[in-house]
């Protein structure tokens, strides 16, 4: 079993940053992808980032340039630096985990961009 715990969210202007973290524990192997997703109201979730244990990094097309992902293989943990920040990046971000062909969830972190 793995557990996902978020922080780092919080409320900010737009043109602001805000890092985000993800700590994992549990039975973690040594490849695993860990990413982002956000859901803004009414919305579907949509995938904001992900990097492999290896480095490689994937960013949605909404979010390239703007937030940077990284991670910390010794503490498993991973990052989400958000810069530039537009009122439409306004939702609530899940840190997820993919290990061994199963997907484990964080409870969200809500993440609000005034105007």
């Known amino acids: 079993q793995v557990q996902l715990v978020e922080s780092g969210g919080g409320l900010v202007q737009a043109g602001g940053s805000l890092r985000l973290s993800c700590a994992a524990s549990?039975?973690?192997?040594?490849?695993?992808?860990m990413g982002w997703y956000r859901q803004a109201p009414g919305k579907q979730r949509e995938s904001v980032a992900r990097i492999s244990s290896n480095g490689n990094t994937y960013y949605g097309d909404s979010v390239k340039g703007r937030f940077t992902i990284s991670r910390e293989n010794a503490k498993n943990t991973v990052y989400l630096q958000l810069n530039s920040l537009k009122p439409e990046d306004t939702a609530v971000y899940y840190c997820n985990m993919i290990l061994s062909n199963r997907e484990y969830w964080g409870q969200g972190t809500q993440v609000t961009v005034s105007s």
């Open positions: 549990g039975s973690i192997r040594s490849f695993n992808v």
